[in-house]
Nanobody
Framework: QVQLVESGGGLAQPGGSLRLSCAAS????????MAWYRQAPGKQRELVAA???????NYADSVKGRFTISKDNAKNTVNLQMNSLKPEDTAVYYC?????????WGQGTQVTVSS
């Protein structure tokens, strides 16, 4: 069993930055992949960034070069640094963890980018 709690969402201006954090607890040592997804109103949930247990990362083309996913082992957290934010980044961001074929989800945190 894994529990995920997101934090760090809020309001940012275009060109600004936000840092999201996902605190993981429970049986975290068997997690294969951790990822951030987002869902905007009227849109399907989409993958933003993912990180494997071996440290490999991949990003959606729309955020490549602007967002960075990282893991802090000491704090049991996965972070998403978001720079050069655009209005189209506005969405609810969800932390996701996968153990084999089982997925775990956080409750989501709202990110709004507006002038």
């Amino acid at each position: 069993q894994v529990q995920l709690v997101e934090s760090g969402g809020g309001l940012a201006q275009p060109g600004g930055s936000l840092r999201l954090s996902c605190a993981a607890s429970g049986s975290i040592f068997n997690i294969n992949v951790m990822a951030w997804y987002r869902q905007a109103p009227g849109k399907q949930r989409e993958l933003v960034a993912a990180r494997t247990s071996g440290g490999r990362t991949n990003y959606a083309d729309s955020v490549k070069g602007r967002f960075t996913i990282s893991k802090d082992n000491a704090k049991n957290t996965v972070n998403l640094q978001m720079n050069s934010l655009k209005p189209e980044d506005t969405a609810v961001y969800y932390c996701n963890a996968e153990i084999v074929t089982t997925s775990y989800w956080g409750q989501g945190t709202q990110v709004t980018v507006s002038s």
